[in-house]
């Protein structure tokens, strides 16, 4: 099932302003599902069915600890609406809004049981969501002109998840996975003897198969990206995009010398698009989006994101004073 089969067109998702990027086997419901299934286990929320009659109904208030780039707001609808078609969700901000501590930018209504059910599936997607974007958003506006990229270091069964806040941050998405793009990398030259065995190969792979699609080749010297420019200056190819790998070179000061990076990037002098990756960090990217290179790709967008700090309560007033009084709100 793909991902736009999941969301139900009866919806009305007035929060949705950046759609998921499109997957052709991913199953949005179904990773719900999963993690509605492993909070409940076999007996469900053994607490709510002890201290909650099931037939009272609240109103809770999402509230914002930390300044940040809100996402997932749009995910929080899906999960409320599997666990409770009749929740009533609104909003204040949508998806990409920046929200400052203390914020209460939405509300949900109904059955006091099911929200508590929901509450924390929904947190967890959204504050994850909302980490990645507020890094994104920050690497993004660091990085210009260059686009910045995640990569494929994404927590298991999430890629989507994970690449769709990437785009509500204002990033860009790299090939979503093994199917959707040709990334030839260190392993694959490795294997194949060299470069451009390497790049003749999947010419003729894509030519046999008679498919069409982005083929990114990966140099880590500016011998290599030389043999790649003249082997296509001679030779019709499918190549579009050349990764310069590790061209920006930490310094003892804790700088970084992005002179490599700007030599390849002027040896390929815009015939290809090009991508620089390695030592990314938000120290470095404005220093490496000056270089004229096209993208710039970090793992650390998705790999290693701290979450931003989400809260649903129901009563508001208690939280906002508790917060006050650690900070936090």
């Given at each position: 099932?793909?991902?736009?089969?999941?969301?139900?067109?009866?919806?009305?998702?007035?929060?949705?302003?950046?759609?998921?990027?499109?997957?052709?086997?991913?199953?949005?419901k179904g990773v719900i599902k999963l993690a509605l299934?492993?909070?409940?286990?076999?007996?469900?929320?053994?607490?709510?069915?002890?201290?909650?009659?099931?037939?009272?109904?609240?109103?809770?208030?999402?509230?914002?600890?930390?300044?940040?780039?809100?996402?997932?707001?749009?995910?929080?609808?899906?999960?409320?609406?599997?666990?409770?078609?009749?929740?009533?969700?609104?909003?204040?901000?949508?998806?990409?809004?920046?929200?400052?501590?203390?914020?209460?930018?939405?509300?949900?209504?109904?059955?006091?049981?099911?929200?508590?059910?929901?509450?924390?599936?929904?947190?967890?997607?959204?504050?994850?969501?909302?980490?990645?974007?507020?890094?994104?958003?920050?690497?993004?506006?660091?990085?210009?002109?260059?686009?910045?990229?995640?990569?494929?270091?994404?927590?298991?069964?999430?890629?989507?998840?994970?690449?769709?806040?990437?785009?509500?941050?204002?990033?860009?998405?790299?090939?979503?996975?093994?199917?959707?793009?040709?990334?030839?990398?260190?392993?694959?030259?490795?294997?194949?003897?060299?470069?451009?065995?390497?790049?003749?190969?999947?010419?003729?792979?894509?030519?046999?198969?008679?498919?069409?699609?982005?083929?990114?080749?990966?140099?880590?010297?500016?011998?290599?990206?030389?043999?790649?420019l003249r082997y296509t200056s001679q030779t019709k190819?499918?190549?579009?995009?050349?990764?310069?790998?590790?061209?920006?070179?930490?310094?003892?000061?804790?700088?970084?010398?992005?002179?490599?990076?700007?030599?390849?990037?002027?040896?390929?002098?815009?015939?290809?698009?090009?991508?620089?990756?390695?030592?990314?960090?938000?120290?470095?990217?404005?220093?490496?989006?000056?270089?004229?290179?096209?993208?710039i790709s970090s793992g650390a967008l998705t790999h290693?994101?701290?979450?931003?700090?989400?809260?649903?309560?129901?009563?508001?007033?208690?939280?906002?004073?508790?917060?006050?009084?650690?900070?936090?709100?």
């Open positions: 099932m793909s991902v736009a089969q999941t969301i139900n067109p009866g919806l009305s998702f007035r929060s949705m302003v950046v759609k998921p990027p499109s997957h052709p086997t991913y199953d949005m299934a492993e909070d409940a286990g076999d007996r469900g929320d053994v607490t709510c069915l002890a201290t909650i009659p099931f037939d009272m109904e609240v109103e809770a208030h999402f509230l914002a600890k930390e300044d940040g780039i809100v996402a997932g707001i749009s995910l929080a609808e899906m999960i409320f609406h599997e666990v409770d078609p009749s929740l009533k969700v609104e909003w204040s901000q949508k998806d990409g809004d920046y929200v400052q501590k203390g914020l209460q930018f939405g509300k949900v209504s109904g059955q006091a049981h099911n929200i508590v059910v929901a509450e924390r599936v929904v947190l967890n997607f959204m504050q994850r969501m909302s980490g990645i974007a507020t890094l994104t958003k920050t690497m993004a506006d660091a990085a210009r002109p260059a686009c910045i990229l995640e990569t494929r270091k994404t927590a298991p069964g999430l890629r989507l998840v994970d690449k769709w806040a990437v785009l509500i941050g204002g990033g860009r998405n790299h090939r979503m996975g093994l199917f959707d793009m040709v990334m030839i990398k260190d392993n694959h030259i490795s294997i194949a003897g060299g470069i451009i065995n390497a790049i003749k190969s999947v010419d003729q792979y894509l030519e046999q198969q008679n498919l069409q699609m982005e083929v990114e080749v990966e140099t880590r010297t500016l011998e290599e990206v030389d043999e790649v190819s499918s190549l579009t995009r050349i990764m310069l790998d590790n061209m920006v070179i930490p310094l003892p000061n804790g700088d970084v010398d992005v002179s490599m990076l700007k030599d390849a990037v002027e040896m390929i002098n815009r015939r290809f698009e090009t991508e620089a990756s390695g030592n990314v960090t938000l120290d470095t990217v404005h220093k490496i989006g000056q270089t004229g290179v096209t993208y290693s994101v701290k979450a931003l700090d989400i809260s649903l309560k129901i009563d508001t007033e208690l939280a906002l004073q508790v917060g006050r009084r650690t900070k936090r709100a």
